[in-house]
C-alpha cells in the first residue's frame, strides 16, 4: 500500500511539473506572438507614414 500512494503522489507532482511546463510554454508563445504583432503594427505604420 505504501507504494500506491508513493507512485500516486509521484504521478501527481510530475502531472503539476507538466501543467507549469505548459504554462509557461504558452505564455512565452504569447508574448512572442504579442511582440511579433508589434512589429507589424509598427511596419504598417511606417508605410502609411504615420
Not at 503522489?9 to 502531472?15: D, I, M, V
Not at 505564455?27 to 505604420?45: F, I, L, M, P, Y
Amino acid at each position: 500500500m505504501p507504494d500506491e500512494k508513493r507512485e500516486a503522489e509521484e504521478e501527481a507532482h510530475n502531472a503539476r511539473v507538466e501543467a507549469a511546463r505548459h504554462e509557461r510554454e504558452v505564455s512565452d508563445n504569447a508574448e512572442e506572438e504579442a511582440e511579433a504583432a508589434k512589429r507589424r503594427a509598427d511596419e504598417a505604420e511606417r508605410e502609411a507614414g504615420i
